[in-house]
């Protein structure tokens, strides 16, 4: 599934995830719309998202929360003590790429904001605050320094709805359209010829509602259990019966029809009851909702073997391992707004690491979501 | 028809003006109406007995007509047609969605 292109200088890697909660990434005020609080949606399709920002500033954080849970006590906080010490040394039970030299130099800080921007590179080593500089985070995900700015290394992009979970008078059923299966390597699924029609697994139903419209089955969409063996979450496996196929130009509309809407009220502390004028309503991507996408790392080999300051660089390999590490962290943090108000959980697949070190990690993963759950049965 | 944004700013502001309709039953319109549908949203609007049904639809009339000729004021008969036709019945979704939407705003504008 993955694409590795120009003799390897670019690694694409898949990326589908499932929502464990309802996802709300606002706009911030900047968009009006039936509900105060907006969510991001793409401005071609009208459908929700989840900008690659979001996924890149979450996941930087995650991989620098991911290395500091390795680092030994004694060293996690006091970075003048790291320096004579060898990367072996400070870390315990560290990973190949946790092992890469600049990680001396990391903290917790090498994620977020960059505090302290107009120190040099060489002063942000024994800085407890602001971008190291050094570090597989910072020269994974980019940093700007007085003397020396870097883009990174690490290429997002938006994570687009691909099934959308409807419920329906045959219990829930995933939307999709051809088109994006189209995209996701499915190129002999068509789209249903009349617009007003859909296609079910069967393809004899007669017809099926989505949410309050009501539709035509127009036949079988063709859809195989080998075609979505990728889509194994865990506990959940979307099924062929499961999907339905529609016209592109409905898609928006039953994705923003059922929509999760909640009202909040903030609570009078003196009365115990909810406070006048301060009710809100917020949308967000409903659970059980499939996403895709794709990061590119960018191995800039041009740049090895000229005497730089930026190197060494981290491989390929090391930035995937340590994206592939920390993406348990958006089963526990999440992602977006609210993640403490029921928020912002999801469960994330990536396609394209090698196969030795996936099993591995897979291995990992399933010890680690038996505690956070999260599948249909949810 | 011209220029829908302006039927549906004229409509919107005209509703609450008027006070046809107050923000918390704007809120309650709209999110009946995206979530169920227009029929919907008129079947809800005829059982709230403190909203004036055929005030609220005066003022939606040059909209409904947009989406399907308005021969005589039979709203039952009219509700039911529209939905015959399923893109005609969705782009009236939106135009509804809109109109509700900018009268929601007029509403707070006004602190209603």
Same mark, same amino acid.
């Given at each position: $599934?993955?694409?590795?292109?120009?003799?390897?200088?670019?690694?694409?890697?898949?990326?589908?995830?499932?929502?464990?909660?309802?996802? /709300?990434?606002?706009?911030?005020?900047?968009?009006? !719309?039936?509900?105060?609080?907006?969510? &991001?949606?793409?401005?071609?399709?009208?459908?929700?998202?989840?900008?690659?920002?979001?996924?890149?500033?979450?996941?930087?954080? /995650?991989?620098?929360?991911?290395?500091?849970?390795?680092?030994?006590?004694?060293?996690? &906080?006091?970075?003048?003590?790291?320096?004579?010490?060898?990367?072996?040394?400070?870390?315990? +039970?560290?990973?190949?790429? $946790?092992?890469?030299? @600049?990680?001396?130099?990391?903290?917790?800080?090498?994620?977020?904001?960059?505090?302290?921007?107009?120190?040099?590179?060489?002063?942000?080593?024994?800085?407890?605050?602001?971008? *190291? !500089?050094? *570090?597989?985070?910072?020269?994974?995900? @980019?940093?700007?320094?007085?003397?020396?700015?870097?883009?990174?290394?690490?290429?997002?992009?938006?994570?687009?709805?691909?099934?959308?979970?409807?419920?329906?008078?045959?219990?829930?059923?995933?939307?999709?359209?051809?088109?994006?299966?189209?995209?996701?390597?499915?190129?002999?699924?068509?789209?249903?010829?009349?617009?007003?029609?859909?296609?079910?697994?069967?393809?004899?139903?007669?017809?099926?509602?989505? @949410?309050?419209?009501?539709?035509? %089955?127009?036949?079988?969409?063709?859809?195989?259990?080998?075609?979505?063996?990728?889509?194994?979450?865990?506990?959940?496996?979307?099924?062929?019966?499961?999907?339905?196929?529609?016209?592109?130009?409905?898609?928006?509309?039953?994705?923003?029809?059922?929509?999760?809407?909640?009202?909040?009220?903030?609570?009078?502390?003196?009365?115990?009851?909810?406070?006048?004028?301060?009710?809100?309503?917020?949308?967000? %991507?409903?659970?059980?909702?499939?996403?895709?996408?794709?990061?590119?790392?960018?191995?800039?080999?041009?740049?090895? @073997?000229?005497? *730089?300051?930026?190197?060494?660089?981290?491989?390929?390999?090391?930035?995937?391992?340590?994206?592939?590490?920390?993406?348990?962290?958006?089963?526990?943090?999440?992602?977006?707004? $609210?993640?403490?108000?029921?928020?912002?959980?999801?469960?994330? %697949?990536?396609?394209?690491?090698?196969?030795?070190?996936?099993?591995?990690?897979?291995?990992?993963?399933?010890?680690?979501?038996?505690?956070?759950?999260?599948?249909?049965?949810? | 028809?011209?220029?829908?944004?302006?039927?549906?700013?004229?409509?919107?502001?005209?509703?609450?003006?008027?006070?046809?309709?107050?923000?918390?039953?704007?809120?309650?319109?709209?999110?009946?109406?995206?979530?169920?549908?227009?029929?919907?949203?008129?079947?809800?609007?005829?059982?709230?007995?403190?909203?004036?049904?055929?005030?609220?639809?005066?003022?939606?009339?040059?909209?409904? +007509?947009?989406?399907?000729?308005?021969?005589?004021?039979?709203?039952?008969?009219?509700?039911? +047609?529209?939905?015959?036709?399923?893109?005609?019945?969705?782009?009236?979704?939106?135009?509804?969605?809109?109109?509700?939407?900018?009268?929601? /705003?007029?509403?707070?504008? $006004?602190?209603?």
């Amino acid at each position: $599934m993955s694409q590795q292109q120009n003799n390897q200088l670019v690694k694409e890697i898949k990326i589908f995830a499932l929502t464990q909660d309802p996802i /709300y990434i606002g706009t911030g005020g900047y968009t009006i !719309g039936r509900v105060d609080n907006t969510i &991001v949606r793409d401005p071609i399709t009208n459908v929700p998202k989840i900008p690659g920002s979001s996924l890149a500033g979450t996941w930087r954080y /995650y991989v620098a929360l991911e290395l500091q849970s390795h680092f030994k006590d004694e060293f996690r &906080v006091n970075l003048k003590s790291r320096i004579k010490k060898n990367i072996d040394e400070l870390l315990n +039970s560290p990973k190949d790429w $946790m092992k890469f030299e @600049g990680n001396k130099f990391a903290k917790i800080k090498c994620a977020g904001q960059d505090d302290l921007p107009n120190k040099t590179l060489d002063e942000s080593k024994s800085e407890e605050s602001g971008h *190291c !500089g050094y *570090c597989i985070v910072c020269k994974g995900f @980019g940093f700007s320094k007085k003397d020396l700015s870097w883009q990174g290394q690490i290429y997002f992009i938006d994570l687009n709805i691909l099934f959308f979970p409807v419920f329906t008078m045959k219990g829930t059923k995933w939307i999709t359209t051809a088109s994006k299966l189209k995209e996701i390597g499915l190129n002999s699924i068509s789209s249903p010829a009349d617009e007003n029609k859909i296609k079910t697994n069967n393809g004899n139903e007669g017809h099926l509602n989505l @949410g309050w419209l009501y539709l035509e %089955i127009e036949g079988t969409h063709s859809i195989r259990n080998e075609n979505l063996a990728c889509f194994n979450f865990g506990n959940f496996q979307l099924n062929p019966e499961d999907i339905v196929i529609v016209p592109e130009s409905l898609f928006s509309h039953i994705v923003n029809s059922n929509l999760e809407v909640r009202t909040s009220v903030s609570i009078d502390p003196i009365t115990g009851a909810a406070k006048e004028g301060a009710l809100f309503t917020s949308e967000a %991507i409903p659970r059980g909702t499939i996403l895709y996408g794709c990061i590119r790392i960018f191995d800039k080999l041009a740049i090895k @073997g000229i005497d *730089c300051k930026i190197a060494p660089l981290p491989s390929i390999n090391h930035l995937e391992q340590a994206l592939n590490d920390s993406k348990h962290f958006y089963e526990t943090l999440g992602i977006g707004g $609210m993640t403490t108000r029921g928020f912002g959980r999801l469960k994330i %697949i990536l396609l394209g690491i090698n196969s030795t070190e996936k099993r591995e990690n897979e291995g990992n993963t399933k010890s680690s979501t038996n505690h956070t759950g999260g599948d249909k049965s949810e | 028809m011209n220029n829908i944004e302006a039927v549906i700013s004229k409509a919107s502001f005209e509703i609450v003006k008027e006070k046809i309709l107050d923000e918390n039953q704007i809120n309650k319109l709209l999110g009946i109406l995206s979530t169920d549908g227009v029929y919907a949203m008129w079947v809800y609007a005829k059982s709230q007995k403190d909203i004036d049904e055929k005030k609220l639809l005066e003022k939606l009339k040059e909209i409904l +007509s947009i989406g399907k000729p308005l021969p005589n004021d039979n709203y039952d008969e009219y509700f039911q +047609s529209v939905s015959e036709d399923l893109p005609k019945l969705l782009f009236l979704k939106q135009l509804l969605e809109k109109t509700l939407i900018y009268a929601r /705003y007029h509403a707070r504008a $006004m602190g209603d």
